[in-house]
């Protein structure tokens, strides 16, 4: 496998460090690091990513929002000289209506970052749930075309679904993403908010969510591509230390 990341939220910075460091212990094997941009929380991701890198050597790369950005406004992160990946986001609307966004798509902060920021990989996001298929993979050749380097796809939770999207991404650089499940109220969460259609068989535990996890990482492996984790309301450790062998 090329490369395996892990999705840490950053609360605050004590907490993102505490966070970075069991990552470190519980699986070394993780070669990256990648920041979502939340704005309810007090963190930027780029701000994140200054501060771990001055924790240890690790790859850091945070998710921009695209309709954050403002026309001519300097790109977050094309700046910081330790700096060398991005993931461009749509973004969705934010929760407090005082904080200015504007009509930016992905396509068109991609083919900004590829012009005032060259130094920089940047990735594209992909989601098979929030829309019809023709439009995201739409969506897809126009990121290609902006210059995405590759792609960050949304969790996925269906072993059919990942060989489909597989098909649809086959040419390219892919980022696999997993993310564990636990109990009703974070299925009704991702059922809502993203649109996930889950299988029948899904079971909403730790184990289960282990299981498919190496399934997901061993899919990556087999194809020689990449792959993310995503460990929300779950024990770092708990939940990575099972998976170190497949990560090898």
């Known amino acids: 496998m090329s490369r395996i990341a892990v999705e840490l939220v950053p609360r605050d910075n004590e907490t993102l460090l505490r966070d ?12 990256a690091i990648n920041l979502p941009d939340l704005l309810r929380m007090p963190v930027r991701s ?5 501060t771990l890198r001055a924790a ?23 700046e910081d000289e330790g700096l ?13 209506e005082t ?21 920089l990989t940047v990735y594209g996001a992909f989601d098979p749930y929030r829309r019809a298929p023709y439009q995201e993979l739409e969506a897809l050749q126009r990121k290609r075309d902006a210059g995405a380097a590759g792609f960050f796809t949304q969790p996925l939770f ?7 999207s597989a098909s649809w991404l086959e040419k390219d650089t892919v980022f696999w993403g997993v993310s564990p499940v636990i109990g009703p109220k974070s299925r009704a969460y991702w059922e809502r908010v993203n649109h996930v259609v889950f299988p029948s068989d899904f079971e909403p535990t730790l184990d289960a969510n282990i299981a498919f996890a190496r ?25 990575l230390t099972p998976l170190r062998d497949v990560m090898r």
């Open 99 to 119: 904080h200015r966004v504007y009509p930016n798509t992905s396509e068109e902060i991609i083919a900004r970052y590829r012009r005032e920021a060259p130094h």
């Open 158 to 164: 269906d072993r059919r679904l990942l060989e489909l």
């Open 56 to 78: 240890g050597p690790l790859p850091i790369i945070p998710h921009v929002r695209a309709i954050d950005i403002a026309p001519g406004a300097p790109l977050p992160g094309a």
């Open 20 to 31: 970075f460091e069991v990552v470190r212990e519980a699986a070394p094997e993780v070669s």
């Open 84 to 96: 060398r990946e991005v993931l461009i986001i749509a973004g969705d609307p934010p929760p407090d």
């Open 215 to 239: 399934e997901v990482l061993q899919f990556a492996r087999a194809r020689n591509d990449n792959a993310y984790l995503m460990p929300l309301r779950v024990d770092l450790a708990k939940y």
């Open 46 to 50: 780029w701000e994140g990513a200054a």
